[in-house]
């Protein structure tokens, strides 16, 4: 019923800049989270940056100051601006929601990924 479209990843050299984005589609009442996770060859997935309802962000240390994580409310859409990427960066990056259904509670959603890569 819901999906998360998206966008935004490729190849880029060290210190290059990338826009991700991540639409919500589908049968949902409202955005309680949305968020961004990672994971690199032979690494754990781990959370990026994520933005709740109240307005509130959070960053794995590694990425603040470089990331900035914003919503568009209207378009059910949640964006990862990554700054001054370097290698360390490369890894798939995965979209989640956390949204309120019509007549339930929360559910949680992920999207396919996309793959960023910073080459040296």
């Known amino acids: 019923q819901v999906q998360l479209v998206e966008s935004g990843g490729g190849l880029v050299q060290a210190g290059g800049s990338l826009r991700l984005s991540c639409a919500a589609s589908?049968?949902?009442?409202?955005?309680?989270?949305m968020g961004w996770y990672r994971q690199a060859p032979g690494k754990e997935r781990e959370l990026v940056a994520i933005?709740?309802?109240?307005?509130?962000?959070n960053y794995v240390d590694s990425v603040k100051g470089r990331f900035t994580i914003s919503r568009d409310n209207a378009k059910n859409t949640v964006y990862l601006q990554m700054n001054s990427l370097n290698p360390e960066d490369t890894a798939v990056y995965y979209c989640?929601?956390?949204?309120?259904?019509?007549?339930?509670?929360?559910?949680?959603?992920w999207g396919q990924g996309t793959q960023v890569t910073v080459s040296s």
């Open positions: 989640n929601a956390r949204l309120r259904g019509v007549f339930s509670g929360y559910r949680e959603y």
């Open positions: 589908g049968s949902f009442f409202s955005i309680v989270a």
């Open positions: 933005t709740s309802s109240d307005g509130s962000t």
